[in-house]
Nanobody
Framework: QVQLVESGGGLVQAGGSLRLSCAAF????????MGWFSQAPGKEREFAAA????????VYGEFVKGRFTVSRDVAKNAVYLQMNSLKSEDTAVYYC????????????????WGQGTQVTVSS
């Protein structure tokens, strides 16, 4: 089993940057693909980015391409989401998730979820 704890959210002006972190607790963290999802009020949870268990492959949602970067540090049991050029429409709760198998840009591909961290972008 894997437990996930996100941090790094906050309030930032449009055009600014934030770096989200996700700490993972569990013996098999290195074998899991890791994903980031965002959920704005009243909207479905949306895929943002993912990285495979080896850290060799990354996938991005259309709304973050060219602005967000996902990375992982297996030694630290952590995954990160560097968010640049933030827009007001990026305002949402961001969730970290862990899954096995192939990397998929959808909620169904992940078995474990964190509690989320709020990101608010002011215009």
């Amino acid at each position: 089993q894997v437990q996930l704890v996100e941090s790094g959210g906050g309030l930032v002006q449009a055009g600014g940057s934030l770096r989200l972190s996700c700490a993972a607790f569990g013996r098999s963290f290195s074998r899991y693909n890791m994903g980031w999802f965002s959920q704005a009020p009243g909207k479905e949870r949306e895929f943002a980015a993912a990285i495979n268990w080896r850290g060799a492959n990354t996938v991005y949602g259309e709304f973050v391409k060219g602005r967000f970067t996902v990375s992982r540090d297996v030694a630290k049991n952590a995954v990160y989401l560097q968010m640049n050029s933030l827009k007001s429409e990026d305002t949402a709760v961001y969730y970290c998730a862990a899954g096995r198998g192939i990397v998929v840009p959808a909620k169904d591909g992940y078995d474990y979820w964190g509690q989320g961290t709020q990101v608010t972008v002011s215009s």
